[in-house]
T-cell receptor, first 115, second 109 residues
Framework: DAMVIQNPRYQVTQFGKPVTLSCSQT?????MYWYQQKSSQAPKLLFH???????NEADTPDNFQSRRPNTSFCFLDIRSPGLGDAAMYLCATSRDLAGGPDTQYFGPGTRLTVL | GQNIDQPTEMTATEGAIVQINCTYQTSGFNGLFWYQQHAGEAPTFLSY??LDGLEEKGRFSSFLSRSKGYSYLLLKELQMKDSASYLC??????????WGAGTKLIIKP
C-alpha cells in the first residue's frame, strides 16, 4: 500500500549527540513536511520541501536541519539535541501545496527521547 | 496573529453524541480539516470543509460557517475506540495548515 514510513518509531539520544530521523513515501508526492509535536500541543511545522525547494519556518531553530536527496526520502537532522527537543516528530506529504481534501498524509511519527 | 481555539478536553458516554467546536482567526481561508489522533500515533484525516454547511461521513459530520469563523465535528453513536484527540486545522492564504492544540475526547462506558 502507498504510505508514509518513518524510522525509527522510537529514538533515544543523549544530550548534545546528533540524531537523524528518516521519512520515506511511496505516494510520489511533491511536498514533504516535518512537524514537531509535544504532548497535548498542536503540531508545529518546522520546514517543508516542495520538490527540491526547501522552506524553513521563521521560528525553526538552527539546530534543526533537513535533507531531501530524492522524491521518496526526507531526513530530519538535529545537530545538538537538548532536553526541550524531546517530542514526537511527524513527517507528512501532500501532492501539492494547494488545499483540498486529504491534503496531508502523515507517517506514524518518531518519538524522540533525550537523556 | 493566527489562532485556532478548541476545548482542551471533553467527556461523553458510549452510544451518545458529542459536538466538538472549533473557532478560528486566520489570514485567509482555504479549507478546514478535522483530524483524529490516538495517543502516541500520527493524526489521521477525518473531514474537510471549504464551503458553508454540513458534510456527513458515516458516524462523523463536520459543519462550517465561514462568516462566523466556526466549525464543529459531530460524532454519533460513540464507541470506546473514538477516545482520542481531535484536531482542527485551517489552511490559510499561503496554503499553510494552522493547527489547533486538539480536544481530548474521553469516552466512558
Amino acid at each position: 500500500d502507498a504510505m508514509v514510513i518513518q524510522n525509527p518509531r522510537y529514538q533515544v539520544t543523549q544530550f548534545g549527540k546528533p540524531v537523524t530521523l528518516s521519512c520515506s513515501q511511496t505516494l510520489n508526492h511533491n511536498v514533504m513536511y516535518w512537524y514537531q509535536q509535544k504532548s497535548s500541543q498542536a503540531p508545529k511545522l518546522l520546514f517543508h520541501y516542495y520538490d527540491k525547494d526547501f522552506n524553513n519556518e521563521a521560528d525553526t531553530p538552527d539546530n534543526f536541519q533537513s535533507r531531501r536527496p530524492n522524491t521518496s526520502f526526507c531526513f530530519l537532522d538535529i545537530r545538538s539535541p537538548g532536553l526541550g527537543d524531546a517530542a514526537m516528530y511527524l513527517c507528512a506529504t501532500s501532492r501539492d501545496l494547494a488545499g483540498g481534501p486529504d491534503t496531508q498524509y502523515f507517517g506514524p511519527g518518531t518519538r524522540l527521547t533525550v537523556l | 496573529g493566527q489562532n485556532i481555539d478548541q476545548p482542551t478536553e471533553m467527556t461523553a458516554t458510549e452510544g451518545a453524541i458529542v459536538q466538538i467546536n472549533c473557532t478560528y482567526q486566520t489570514s485567509g481561508f482555504n479549507g478546514l480539516f478535522w483530524y483524529q489522533q490516538h495517543a502516541g500515533e500520527a493524526p489521521t484525516f477525518l473531514s474537510y470543509n471549504v464551503l458553508d454547511g454540513l458534510e456527513e461521513k458515516g458516524r462523523f459530520s463536520s459543519f462550517l460557517s465561514r462568516s462566523k469563523g466556526y466549525s464543529y465535528l459531530l460524532l454519533k453513536e460513540l464507541q470506546m475506540k473514538d477516545s482520542a484527540s481531535y484536531l482542527c486545522a485551517v489552511m490559510d492564504s499561503n496554503y499553510q495548515l494552522i493547527w489547533g492544540a486538539g480536544t481530548k475526547l474521553i469516552i466512558k462506558p
